[in-house]
Nanobody, 127 residues
Framework: VQLQASGGGLVQAGGSLRLSCTPS????????MGWFRQAPGKEREFVSGVRSSGGTTYYYADSVKDRFTISRDNAKNTVYLQMNNLEIEDTAAYYC????????????????????WGQGTQVTVSS
């Protein structure tokens, strides 16, 4: 599975960006896709995720809840991260990650749970 992430850029505080991630290759109907971010000098942290296993479950970090929305377009096989009301603290490289098969809730927010990673897209929020 290869992941193609896009949509980063430079935006002023309060602005919006939409990130996209498209997995290619063999995938199953049960999967989890997550967005993580890493700022310079900091550890990679979970941002948001969507788990598809029978039903669909969405997950958010507390720091982005009510500002970011994760969604998927099954027809395009693409997952989006709509980021609104961006803050300077959101500046980071954003990575999409993919995990094929079933995953339990406690594993969704762990970077080590994912098997495949995209190349990262930079989001810079200025004042």
């Amino acid at each position: 599975v290869q992941l193609q992430a896009s949509g980063g850029g430079l935006v002023q505080a309060g602005g919006s960006l939409r990130l996209s991630c498209t997995p290619s290759g063999r995938t199953s109907s049960s999967y989890t896709m997550g967005w993580f971010r890493q700022a310079p000098g900091k550890e990679r942290e979970f941002v948001s995720g969507v788990r598809s296993s029978g039903g669909t479950t969405y997950y958010y970090a507390d720091s982005v809840k009510d500002r970011f929305t994760i969604s998927r377009d099954n027809a395009k096989n693409t997952v989006y991260l709509q980021m609104n009301n961006l803050e300077i603290e959101d500046t980071a490289a954003y990575y999409c990650a993919f995990r094929d098969g079933r995953i339990i809730t406690s594993e969704v927010k762990r970077a080590a749970s994912y098997h495949y990673w995209g190349q990262g897209t930079q989001v810079t929020v200025s004042s």
